[in-house]
């Protein structure tokens, strides 16, 4: 098992303990593997949900340019719920896991089809 599959079983533990889901792990496969060398980095690969800079860099970065969202108040209400399912006291909130429930709460899973 390669360190990305380690990685992939960490989200997915984090999905179904933390955040109680049962992750499509097809979808989160290809989440963790568009993510990029970010998932290695020990800072790139959480997401910092107590920075206002770092929360508006996961909507224009990710759900803007990525998912092709259009931009409004509904986005970072998403952010924000996302974050709160993460658990807002959870030290480490894995960017693939946000990632994830962002594109799941979207229904933007033909992005990565």
Known sequence: MGKRDELIAQYADDLRNKCGMQP??????????????AIYNADASTVAAGQPEELETVKNNFLIKKLGLADGPQLMDAINQVIETYGRSERNKYRAVVYY?????????????
């Open 24 to 37: 499509d792990m097809d979808l989160l496969t290809k989440v963790t593997i568009g993510c990029g060398p």
């Open 101 to 113: 429930m962002l594109t799941k709460h979207f229904g933007k899973e033909s992005v990565y089809g």
